[in-house]
């Protein structure tokens, strides 16, 4: 088990306390607090290696491509990328999205070419996909969830045929905390023909993935939700496939040779990170990458999964709770969504906010669905390796004075 006081002290910002109550950070799934030794990467690189990368000769420019780089290598080891070539830096995994949607969905699909998608995906998975299939006359097609929170398997099954091109699929729902079998979806693409691309930005930071087993073609992530900062994502895909994509940006550092009328594209890499890319932020993800080994992914799924167990028990005893997603923590990650009687879900955030718990309210970017769920919006809480059982008590203790408050408010109602 994880030590998790001792975790919590690499946190500055826990140390912190919120309307006169110890912070409990349970927004998770929107972005993670950051570890000292993060914090201190990219104080560091500011203080000692600040300089444009790749141009210059000088000890600070060769110093900060060297970090950059180093950067790259490390998160490509993390994933069992074959090389560093294969990983993209972009601002966040939405970019690295909608990079794959114009660098290779642009080039590659016509009207009637189909992309399946899920109703549980992120706008950031769907969004992108729309307006490929309006700039292309290509089809969107959607699979649905069963009545425990998972994705129809059969049904995905069924949408996946000769017109498709490509399949796109959350690995983690930031919702339902559904974990998906990616690697049965990705024998579905192969088997049709299709390209697979995961959306891993609730997955990727909470469970141990090697793209070589996965079997997806692409893979998107974001550095802010696995304790790094926030501006860095990272698109992986096979060499082949970036190779044969045309850039998606135009201007410095992406190029070979330009001339009057046409340019030629720098290796990968390279051709796909146009401009001075956010250095300092990927040098700090590096140090996260590095705190997150030094953890052990299986001890980060370990951890989360008890954790999450726990909650399950815990919050269906809440009177008026219904939480949504898989009944077993073994089958969803550290995310889980839940709506009470008593009050809507901005009113429970803001109550909770009161007890110095953070929990996050909305529709969480899956309006599709959450009209599959037959709600306006969730509650949700999720957690990270600083998350502990004291946590847990922490919410049910606010969740309770929700009932307090909106039961007594209607008492009072029925009263008049």
């Given at each position: 088990?994880?030590?998790?006081?001792?975790?919590?002290?690499?946190?500055?910002?826990?140390?912190?306390?919120?309307?006169?109550?110890?912070?409990?950070?349970?927004?998770?799934?929107?972005?993670?607090?950051?570890?000292?030794?993060?914090?201190?990467?990219?104080?560091?690189?500011?203080?000692?290696?600040?300089?444009?990368?790749?141009?210059?000769?000088?000890?600070?420019?060769?110093?900060?491509?060297?970090?950059?780089?180093?950067?790259?290598?490390?998160?490509?080891?993390?994933?069992?990328?074959?090389?560093?070539?294969?990983?993209?830096?972009?601002?966040?995994?939405?970019?690295?999205?909608?990079?794959?949607?114009?660098?290779?969905?642009?080039?590659?699909?016509?009207?009637?070419?189909?992309?399946?998608?899920?109703?549980?995906?992120?706008?950031?998975?769907?969004?992108?996909?729309?307006?490929?299939?309006?700039?292309?006359?290509?089809?969107?097609?959607?699979?649905?969830?069963?009545?425990?929170?998972?994705?129809?398997?059969?049904?995905?099954?069924?949408?996946?045929?000769?017109?498709?091109?490509?399949?796109?699929?959350?690995?983690?729902?930031?919702?339902?905390?559904?974990?998906?079998?990616?690697?049965?979806?990705?024998?579905?693409?192969?088997?049709?023909?299709?390209?697979?691309?995961?959306?891993?930005?609730?997955?990727?930071?909470?469970?141990?993935?090697?793209?070589?087993?996965?079997?997806?073609?692409?893979?998107?992530?974001?550095?802010?939700?696995?304790?790094?900062?926030?501006?860095?994502?990272?698109?992986?895909?096979?060499?082949?496939?970036?190779?044969?994509?045309?850039?998606?940006?135009?201007?410095?550092?992406?190029?070979?040779?330009?001339?009057?009328?046409?340019?030629?594209?720098?290796?990968?890499?390279?051709?796909?990170?146009?401009?001075?890319?956010?250095?300092?932020?990927?040098?700090?993800?590096?140090?996260?990458?590095?705190?997150?080994?030094?953890?052990?992914?299986?001890?980060?799924?370990?951890?989360?999964?008890?954790?999450?167990?726990?909650?399950?028990?815990?919050?269906?005893?809440?009177?008026?709770?219904?939480?949504?997603?898989?009944?077993?923590?073994?089958?969803?990650?550290?995310?889980?969504?839940?709506?009470?009687?008593?009050?809507?879900?901005?009113?429970?955030?803001?109550?909770?906010?009161?007890?110095?718990?953070?929990?996050?309210?909305?529709?969480?970017?899956a309006q599709l669905l959450m009209r599959a769920l037959g709600v306006p919006a969730t509650s949700r809480a999720s957690f990270s390796i600083y998350n502990g059982e004291d946590d847990l008590e922490a919410l049910i203790e606010a969740l309770e004075g929700v009932n307090r408050v909106f039961g007594e408010g209607r008492e009072r109602a029925a009263v008049r």
């Amino acid at each position: 088990m994880l030590d998790i006081a001792r975790v919590r002290e690499d946190f500055p910002i826990l140390g912190q306390q919120v309307n006169g109550r110890r912070l409990v950070y349970l927004d998770n799934a929107a972005t993670t607090q950051k570890p000292r030794q993060v914090i201190e990467a990219l104080v560091r690189y500011y203080e000692t290696s600040n300089a444009n990368i790749h141009r210059g000769i000088h000890t600070l420019a060769t110093r900060a491509t060297e970090q950059y780089e180093a950067a790259r290598a490390r998160v490509a080891r993390f994933i069992g990328a074959a090389g560093p070539q294969e990983v993209i830096f972009t601002r966040n995994a939405t970019e690295a999205i909608n990079l794959v949607a114009r660098a290779w969905g642009d080039a590659c699909l016509t009207e009637g070419d189909e992309i399946v998608l899920t109703v549980m995906e992120h706008h950031s998975n769907i969004v992108p996909w729309q307006l490929l299939a309006a700039r292309t006359g290509a089809r969107l097609r959607y699979a649905g969830i069963t009545a425990d929170g998972k994705l129809d398997l059969d049904g995905l099954r069924q949408l996946i045929g000769p017109r498709t091109k490509l399949v796109a699929v959350t690995q983690m729902s930031n919702v339902l905390g559904t974990i998906n079998p990616v690697s049965d979806i990705a024998e579905m693409a192969r088997a049709a023909g299709a390209l697979l691309l995961v959306d891993g930005a609730q997955g990727v930071p909470h469970l141990p993935v090697d793209v070589s087993r996965l079997g997806a073609d692409f893979l998107a992530f974001s550095a802010h939700k696995m304790l790094g900062p926030t501006g860095v994502g990272v698109l992986w895909a096979r060499e082949a496939l970036l190779a044969a994509m045309p850039p998606f940006l135009g201007g410095g550092d992406m190029i070979a040779v330009v001339q009057e009328e046409m340019s030629t594209w720098a290796d990968l890499p390279h051709k796909f990170e146009a401009g001075t890319p956010n250095i300092a932020d990927v040098v700090a993800f590096g140090a996260a990458i590095a705190y997150l080994e030094g953890i052990g992914m299986e001890n980060v799924r370990r951890h989360e999964e008890e954790l999450t167990a726990l909650a399950l028990e815990r919050l269906r005893r809440v009177p008026g709770l219904r939480v949504f997603g898989p009944a077993s923590a073994a089958e969803r990650g550290g995310v889980v969504s839940f709506a009470m009687e008593a009050a809507h879900p901005h009113d429970v955030a803001t109550i909770a906010d009161g007890y110095g718990v953070a929990i996050r309210a909305g529709h969480h970017c899956a309006q599709l669905l959450m009209r599959a769920l037959g709600v306006p919006a969730t509650s949700r809480a999720s957690f990270s390796i600083y998350n502990g059982e004291d946590d847990l008590e922490a919410l049910i203790e606010a969740l309770e004075g929700v009932n307090r408050v909106f039961g007594e408010g209607r008492e009072r109602a029925a009263v008049r």
